[in-house]
Structures are given as C-alpha cells and as structure tokens.
C-alpha cells in the first residue's frame, strides 16, 4: 500500500500556521497517568517529522480501545488545536477529530524517516537531532546526521498562513482567544465577544440549596457560545451585560453543551468560575461582528406559522401597565405588553416579560427590535419574548423612526392582534406524542414551561416518597401544603405558619414513568390527578402505609398499565447546578377509546394511508 503523508505538517501547525486535513500516521500511544479522566497522548509523524507531545481528543477514546489506532495507523485529521503550556514553551496538539484511512495491519511499515521536532515545536538542526526519541535512554540508536529532512518527490501540505488565530491582541494590550477555537483543554484564555442575547435572572431554593442564575449568548468572528452565572457572579454581571455591547471575559470553566437548552452552534458552553471577570470594551470594537436580523414586515405576520421565531421591527404605539400573574407552579411573573407597528401600517401586540417589562419606558414612542420573538395565534396573531433592543442604532431604526415622525403618527392603521379571538389550536393544547416532545425540545429555553396533550400508559410509581405529612391550615383562602416536621411529643411543626399543630393532612406527590410507542418520561403528579390515577384519596393511602403495607402496595399494583389521556407541562428546572426538563401532569383524563380510535384512522388517512380490510371503520366513524 502506498500513502504519501502530509510532509512537514507537524512542524506547520506547531508554528501556528492552518493545515488543512493532514496525512499522518499513528506511531504509538500511552494514556496518560493522572487527572481523573482518561487521556491518552499520541506519537504522530508527517514522513518528516513525529511529534509525542500529541493528545486525542477523548471522545475518540473509543478508537483505541477498539484498536483501530495501532502501530503504523495512517489517519486523516479533519480539526486540530495547538496550546502552548502555560509558564512553559512547551505546544501540545490536540486531535479534535479524525478518521482512520489505513489500519496499521495494512500498512505494516513506518512511513519516511522523520526525526523528531522539539517540545517547543521548532524543527532541529540535522546534528542536534541525535536522539529522535525524547523520551528515549542513553543506549538508543542514533540517526546518522546526515539523514536527509526533506524528501522533495513528496508533495508538500497545503497550507493557508495566517497570522496566529488565537492571539488576537486590541489596542488595550488584552490577547484574545477566538470562540471556536476554546475547548476543554485549554486553561488560561481571554475572549472578546458581544452579548447577543440575556435572560432573566433565575432564582431556585430547595432542601439541597439556594442560588441564582442567568445566561448570555456571546458572538465572535469565529463563533458564538453561551455563557452562565451562577451566585455571586450573577450578581455581579447581571446588571454590567447589555445586548449588544462587548466585553472581555476570562476565568471560565468549559463543558460540553447541553443540546435541549441552547440551539447555538458550539459543541461547548462555559461557566463562570469564582475568580471570572468581565469586562467591558470601550476601545475599539470593529473586530467583533454586530448583531444580524432577518426583519419581517408586521403585515405578513398574518401568514406567519404558529410556534416560529421572527425578528420584528416597529414603533411602540402604545403601551399596557405592567401586570402580574401565578403561574400554575405558583411562580409570580411580570408582563407587560405593548403595540409595534412598523411601514406595512400593521400593528401586532409584543408580549414582554419579566426584567425586560419591568425596565421598559414607552416615552417618545422607542423603536423596538425583537430577535427571536415566538408568533402566536392567540388573539388572532400576537408575539412574545425575543431578546429586545430599544432604539438601536441601525439604518432601519432611523429611518423608521423617521417615518414615525412625519406622517406614521397619524396613519391610519390595521391590527393583526384582535383581543377575543382565539387561535384554532392555541387553546386546544398540541396533542403530541412522547418522542416528538423530546424530539422537538419542548419546554427548553421557556422558563413559563409549554403544555402538550399526549395518551400514554403508565408503566411503573415512584411509591416510596410517594406521600408526605403537611401542614393543611386555611390562610387568606390559600390552604398550606408545607412539610411539617415531627417534634417528637405527638405535635408537628409548620415553619411557613410558624406554628406547632396536633394534626396534619396527607399529601401525594407521585412520581409516575409514562410510555407511548415512541418513547418514555418520568413525570411528576400531585394531588387531585394523583388521586385520580389511584383510584384512593390521600388520607386512605396515609393509612395503609402506616398500617398495611399489603393494601399500600395493591394501590400502585392496581394503577400500574392503565392508559390515560394527559394534559402535561414541561419546563426548564434546576437541580444540583444542572438544567434539566421537568414534565408535570396538569390534568388526567379516562381515555375514551372510540374517540381515540376515530382519530387516529384521521392521522392514517390523512398520511394516505388505509385500513385493512378487517377493521370496520364504520365502527368507529360515522
């Protein structure tokens, strides 16, 4: 077999210059000791040069527990990353993705005589290079000095320099590392980048811990990337993060992202350690790319699909006061909503929430921008969320604002947003099976949490925390449903009442696996729907599980593969310093199997699809 490797590139990439899709070949590998995870560092070579400061990547650990990277491997390497060692001169390689040309069986041979290149990547004199093998004894062989460097018959690399990417120094002094090129290998780095999108700040308090949080998209030339404050760093950055500036930010931990809460094209996501700083750019900022939109006219907004993201762009018309209202989880929130209208003379209602409709002032009729507002078809067409801008400085805002002034001020105008009307399937919650709403994502990115119908079968109960001791006192027409705590003399202590009782109230809290034919979720069902599901009240089940285990346990036995009609609402929750989706049963329903049956030969027929021929279809529609 005959492979010609990618002459010198070792030497190339070592010296911060792009090499695009190396042939090297694979002279060996040695995990390496320490540091919790496993690593294994690699002796690579390019015909001309070999190089054992090289490490792979460890999600392709796999290929060498598979030994697909023997001895004499020749592979092709699709991304590399060079990292000097802090405090050192020392440059590793890192092999952030590959794939295998030639197993090391078929090529059975070293390719070339290539000497080995410095720690500091720099290619040795002939008679300096005695011992190709740092890591080598005394008694190693020794290469002639005048073995030949380079073989001219081998085609050469292509290779575009450019100055090194990773050293992008402003006129403040401060090196910035480009985004794309940050990865869990790397310790010490600074970016510079601009905010593109901020959330609300987030708060969570449970037996395990309180905190708070928030997230911000940050955008470079070379990638975009989110970032997350936690505690004290929240506090300390939230108010210093503005859509649309830049900043300098370091001192932050890299992970790999988490798929169902960030949509952003990078496969890492990072967090700012104690000691993260940033900091705000007031030089020169005209290395960092400006924000881009995609703006809809509000007129063909009509036609827009329900659950989209646009961008829109008008003039607040007018403007609500700032509402509040209980979510379902008992969460308080703040809206407020305002009119945009923009060229098209079309008016649309924007739906802002929490910090952005606390802070918003409709003085002088702002210009709005909103990236990635969701349409809606509730009240004919409405819109909310999306990260807001309030006057940006854009051509379009000025020339809309413009025209607001001269003669949109007295135009008359028409409304997509009708209050009463309701959207054909707004209200009629999306009925959706289990692995299109893991499919989809839904609930991620929603602090609100979405609802989605589903008929699943339950297939198996959390039972042994399925019940807990509250407190049950009627305050202000609110009954209390804190855990109370046992004294130990026959009273129970309420801390939310801040008082002793003599008595207490059974409470489900029900943990149920749910399963359809495409997937399964755990679920969480309290009270009146997990009362249902049982078939028992709460005081009864308390009973049995203080008196008899048998009759507890028959409950749940009794429950288990019954198939129910669902109302279900997913949202974003926080546990241990991790995100994840939370499904909760809103309302239970016995399934009424003519019904289900009619509908789903609707969604076969409507797929061209048929029956066979020995179901009667009569039976089941009209």
């Not at 070592?14 to 002796?43: D, M, N, S, W, Y």
């Not at 004199?125 to 290469?143: F, I, Q, T």
């Not at 929240?234 to 988490?258: E, P, Q, R, T």
């Amino acid at each position: 077999m005959s492979i010609q490797l990618t002459n010198g590139a070792l030497a190339q990439i070592c010296q911060g210059e792009e090499v695009t899709e190396p042939l090297l070949q694979v002279l060996g590998h040695k995990a390496i000791q320490g540091g919790g995870q496993e690593r294994f560092r690699l002796l690579l070579s390019d015909g001309q040069f070999t190089n054992s400061f090289s490490m792979l990547a460890t999600q392709f650990n796999n290929l060498v527990h598979e030994k697909k990277l023997e001895m004499f491997t020749v592979i092709r390497v699709k991304k590399q990353l060079c990292n000097q060692v802090p405090g050192q001169s020392k440059r590793v390689v890192i092999i952030l993705d590959l794939e295998v040309v030639a197993p090391g069986n078929q090529v059975n041979k070293k390719i070339g005589n290539p000497v080995q290149i410095g720690a500091d990547g720099k290619i040795p004199n002939p008679v300096d290079n005695e011992n190709a093998n740092p890591n080598s004894g005394g008694g190693a062989l020794k290469r002639p000095s005048t073995t030949p460097i380079t073989d001219v018959s081998t085609p050469k690399a292509k290779v575009v320099y450019k100055p090194p990417t990773r050293l992008s120094i402003g006129s403040s002094g401060v090196v910035a590392t480009p985004i794309g090129s940050i990865t869990p290998y790397q310790n010490k780095w600074t970016i510079k980048a601009r905010v593109t999108s901020k959330g609300d700040m987030r708060t969570w308090n449970k037996p395990s811990g309180s905190g708070k949080l928030f997230s911000m998209d940050l955008m470079d030339e070379s990638g975009e990337i989110r970032v997350t404050a936690f505690k004290d760093q929240a506090d300390a950055f939230y108010d210093l993060a503005v859509v649309g500036k830049v900043y300098y930010i370091s001192n932050c931990s890299v992970k790999g992202a988490n798929k169902q809460y960030s949509k952003l094209k990078n496969d890492y996501e990072l967090t700012f350690k104690d000691s993260g700083t940033m900091e705000l750019v007031e030089d020169d900022t005209s290395d960092v790319p400006t924000m881009t939109y995609n703006f809809a006219r509000i007129a063909d907004l009509a036609v827009a699909e329900k659950d989209t993201n646009i961008d829109v762009i008008g003039v607040c018309k007018s403007h609500n006061e700032l509402t509040t209202l209980i979510s379902k989880a008992g969460k308080e929130l703040v809206k407020r909503e305002i009119t945009l209208v923009d060229r098209s003379e079309t008016e649309v209602s924007l739906t802002l929430w929490g910090n952005t409709a606390t802070n918003f002032s409709a003085v002088g009729n702002p210009i709005v921008a909103a990236k990635g507002a969701k349409v809606s078809d509730f009240n004919g067409v409405t819109l909310s969320g999306g990260d807001i801008l309030i006057n940006p400085d854009m051509d379009l805002a000025h020339e809309l604002k413009g025209w607001w002034d001269n003669e949109g001020c007295s135009a008359k105008t028409n409304s997509i947003t009708i209050q009463g009307q309701r959207g054909g399937q707004d209200r009629v919650t999306t009925s959706k099976m289990l692995g299109e709403v893991k499919q989809e994502n839904l609930g991620s990115g929603n602090d609100r949490g979405e609802y989605y119908s589903t008929t699943a079968t339950i297939t198996f109960f959390s039972k042994d925390k399925a019940l807990y001791k509250a407190c049950g006192e009627e305050i202000d027409g609110k009954v209390c449903n804190k855990k109370v705590v046992e004294s130990g003399d026959g009273t129970y202590r309420c801390e939310k009442c801040a008082r002793d009782k003599t008595t207490f109230k059974w409470r489900i809290m029900l943990q149920i696996n749910m399963a359809d034919a495409t997937d399964n979720t755990w679920a969480s069902c309290f009270q009146e729907t997990a009362e249902k599901i049982l078939g028992v009240k709460s005081d009864e089940l308390g009973y049995w599980l203080e008196t008899d285990e048998e009759k507890y346990n028959a409950v749940f036995q009794e429950a288990t593969f019954k198939t129910y009609s669902f109302r279900m609402r997913v949202k974003e929750d926080h546990y241990n310093d991790e995100l994840k989706l939370k499904h909760t049963v809103v309302q239970v329903d016995d399934l009424h199997w003519n019904d289900h049956c009619k509908k789903l030969i609707g969604e076969i027929e409507g797929l061209s699809g048929a029956l066979p021929e020995s179901i009667e279809k009569t039976k089941y529609v009209n």
